[in-house]
T-cell receptor, first 120, second 110 residues
Framework: GAVVSQHPSWVICKSGTSVKIECRSL??????MFWYRQFPKQSLMLMAT?????????EQGVEKDKFLINHASLTLSTLTVTSAHPEDSSFYIC????????????????FGDGTRLSIL | KQEVTQIPAALSVPEGENLVLNCSFT??????LQWFRQDPGKGLTSLLL?????REQTSGRLNASLDKSSGRSTLYIAASQPGDSATYLC?????????FGKGTRLSVIA
């Protein structure tokens, strides 16, 4: 089955540090990847849609200068939390759909295992 | 804007009981609906996916139904076990990426 690998799974760092999270589709290609954030005991909220070779689309209220997204290839998207502060502590999870299955819009999203980010 | 609601927010049952989790969504123009399981501090495990043209899907002790016109889905868990304890998330996919409900936190007591 389709596998999405997310790294790191857990990171603790000091306030002001920038943190990069990688999301890879291991056995399929994805022109689009999705980044979600989950606060404790809350649901997953879509932050942004990452588009291969072009700019990401951010949801309302998400600061694009703080959450930098790069989707340089059909199998890799990265999310960089710049100058992270304690309020950015959360669970970040990415997902992707297989580009080569049709109809694309009907294909399930495959999820990584998530990254738990703790900012001290 | 699509909104997904899950009821109840939390549920505690004794081992062996059959139970039903409910999910409702406001926009019936969906492609599919998925049920996920999430263990504390972990990622998502996909349980069942129902395409918009389908009425139900089954996997082992799990059965999910979909009534697209009324914007409702149920997840039925038969003969619950302590290992079923987790948060169950419902998510719908339309012309946007998956939209999630807040989940039902299930505890199965041995």
């Amino acid at each position: 089955g389709a596998v999405v690998s997310q790294h790191p799974s857990w990171v603790i760092c000091k306030s002001g540090t920038s943190v990069k999270i990688e999301c890879r589709s291991l056995d399929f290609q994805a022109t689009t990847m999705f980044w979600y954030r989950q606060f404790p005991k809350q649901s997953l909220m879509l932050m942004a849609t990452s588009n291969e070779g072009s700019k990401a689309t951010y949801e309302q209220g998400v600061e694009k200068d703080k959450f930098l997204i790069n989707h340089a290839s059909l199998t890799l998207s990265t999310l960089t939390v710049t100058s992270a502060h304690p309020e950015d502590s959360s669970f970040y999870i990415c997902s992707a759909r297989d580009l080569n299955l049709a109809p694309y819009s009907n294909q399930p999203q495959h999820f990584g295992d998530g990254t738990r980010l703790s900012i001290l | 804007k699509q909104e997904v609601t899950q009821i109840p927010a939390a549920l505690s049952v004794p081992e062996g009981e059959n139970l039903v989790l409910n999910c409702s969504f406001t926009d019936s123009a969906i492609y599919n609906l998925q049920w996920f399981r999430q263990d504390p501090g972990k990622g998502l495990t996909s349980l069942l996916l129902i395409q918009s043209s389908q009425r139900e899907q089954t996997s082992g002790r799990l059965n999910a139904s979909l009534d697209k016109s009324s914007g409702r889905s149920t997840l039925y868990i038969a003969a619950s076990q302590p290992g079923d304890s987790a948060t169950y998330l419902c998510a719908v996919q339309g012309n946007t990426p998956l939209v999630f409900g807040k989940g039902t936190r299930l505890s199965v007591i041995a």
